[in-house]
């Protein structure tokens, strides 16, 4: 008798790794939403100390943006 098992192609899973145009669609949508009140707060900060805050706003919404959208696929 002949083994046909040993010559059958060999299947591969799907890899499972996380959305990243997902994730980078949400990232954009926490950036976009996060930049106008980093700019407010940078400017209500630079006008009340009278010093530039060493952190920009578009720093300060990207640091946002990092922070909530890994908790939005954590749950």
Known sequence: ???FTTD???TTRARS???KREYYA???LIFLATLPL????WVLSAARRMELPEKG???KAWTQ???ITP???SA
């Open 65 to 67: 943006a990092r922070i």
């Open 17 to 19: 790794a996380p959305p």
């Open 26 to 28: 949400y990232f954009g």
């Open 38 to 41: 980093c700019i407010l707060t």
């Open 57 to 59: 706003p578009f720093a």
């Open 1 to 3: 008798m002949t083994d």
């Open 71 to 73: 908790q939005i696929f």
């Open 8 to 10: 059958m192609p060999h």
